[in-house]
Each structure stands twice: as C-alpha cells, then as structure tokens.
C-alpha cells in the first residue's frame, strides 16, 4: 500500500514522508525530550538525574521515557487525531517510540493506558492503544490490551491541583491479569502530571508487577 501511495508528511504534507510518515525536517523541528530528563518521571533534569521530587516522593512507576515535549509542532500532531488522522499518526508515534525508547527492552508486556467505556464509545477509539499496537509489533514485546480497565470516570483534571488529581484517581483501575514478575510498559500519549500513569502503576504492582515503566510520547513541561 505504502509504495502504491506514498505518505505525505503529518505536518508539512510534502511527499518525502517516507515509511514514518513525518519528512526529516518536520522531524528535526519536533521537541525532542529525550535528554537531560529525570529517568523516574520524566520531567526535565540536567545530566538525566534523578530529580528532588522523586528521590523525597517517588511515584508508583520505576521509569518513565517521552519522546517529546508537550508543545509546538507536536501538540498540533496529536490534534490531528480529531480529524481522522489516527491510524496514520498512531503509526509514525508507535515507530519512534520503537526505535528511540524501546530498543534495548526486555519487557514482558505493554498496557496502553485505558479509556472508561464512556469515554470510549464517545470516541470509538483508544489513541494509547492505536499506538502500543505499532510498538508491540515492531519490539515483540506482547500487548496486554485487556488487563486492565478504567472502572471510574474521572473529570477532566487540567486546571486541578495535583493533590486533588491523585484523589480523584483512587480506585479508578482494575486490573483483570496476573503479572506477577512480570516487567510492564505502561503506554500513554501524553503525560501530564503523571497522576493517572501512577494510579496505573500502583493498580499493576498490586497485581503483582516486578517493574513498571512508563512510555509517552509527550510529557507536559510547566514553563
Ligand atoms: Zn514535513
Ligand atoms: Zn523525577
């Protein structure tokens, strides 16, 4: 299909796109995140080290990786999935995270980050879950699409204060697999304060996950 219509870039729709979708220029443009990052969540951090607030309240995740900054030209991206755009920017997505995080992993399964039912019969598809596919595939790494479920609607968080968005996450997950041992990715678009990733998180080391490892493609970067 690729070589019968070749792709058109994401963002400047030219048609040097190629297999991932986005042309090396547009790319080059984009917010890379992927250092001086703190290696537990994310956020920035000289020299990748650990930062003050997880060494005095670490969250329930062992790591945490993005791609990119929440922001310009990656932010308009994502925006795209409202206009039908999903399974192609799942796809260019679900590469870079196979390529630039994934490489080395020796993980025993991905958990994209779930939707309430609600949620998801309002927008027919799980973006998270669009993207974990690709990665699934492209590291071998199998996809546990149904071990765990959002069995609370939580409101929008953003203008919450993020005491208030851990409260409101209490009990919002189940999860319906052993993982005893087991080493899970935990997969979401976009990080914002991490509150929903750590609830995730608790949710499958309760389970009985050894280790678990959040991977993003956008991490929310107060200015
Ligand atoms: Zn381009
Ligand atoms: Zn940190």
């Not at 062992?62 to 796809?91: C, E, H, N």
């Not at 995270?97 to 993980?107: F, W």
């Not at 669009?130 to 929008?156: F, Y």
């Amino acid at each position: 299909m690729e070589t019968l219509f070749p792709q058109s870039c994401l963002l400047c729709s030219s048609w040097q796109a190629g297999p991932l979708g986005i042309c090396v220029g547009c790319l080059d443009d984009m917010p890379w995140h992927m250092d001086n990052a703190c290696p537990q969540c994310a956020l920035p951090s000289s020299d990748n080290m650990l930062c003050g607030q997880c060494l005095k309240t670490p969250p329930a995740f062992d790591a945490a990786r993005s791609l990119f900054q929440y922001r310009f030209p990656l932010s308009a991206v994502l925006q795209q999935y409202k206009y039908g755009q999903l399974l192609t920017i799942a796809r260019t997505m679900g590469l870079l995270v196979a390529e630039h995080i994934g490489r080395q992993s020796a993980a025993d399964c991905i958990i994209p980050m779930p939707l309430h039912r609600r949620r998801l019969q309002e927008r027919s598809f799980n973006q998270s879950a669009e993207i974990a596919k690709v990665v699934s595939e492209q590291l071998h790494i199998p996809l546990a699409l149904q071990a765990c479920a959002r069995i609370k609607p939580t409101p929008p968080q953003a203008s919450l204060p993020y005491k208030q968005r851990i409260r409101n996450m209490q009990g919002a997950f189940e999860c319906r697999a052993a993982l005893k041992d087991m080493r899970v990715i935990l997969l979401d678009d976009v990080m914002t304060t991490g509150a929903s990733l750590d609830a995730l998180a608790k949710t499958v080391k309760d389970a009985g996950a050894s280790h678990v490892e959040c991977w993003v493609i956008a991490r929310t970067i107060a200015e």
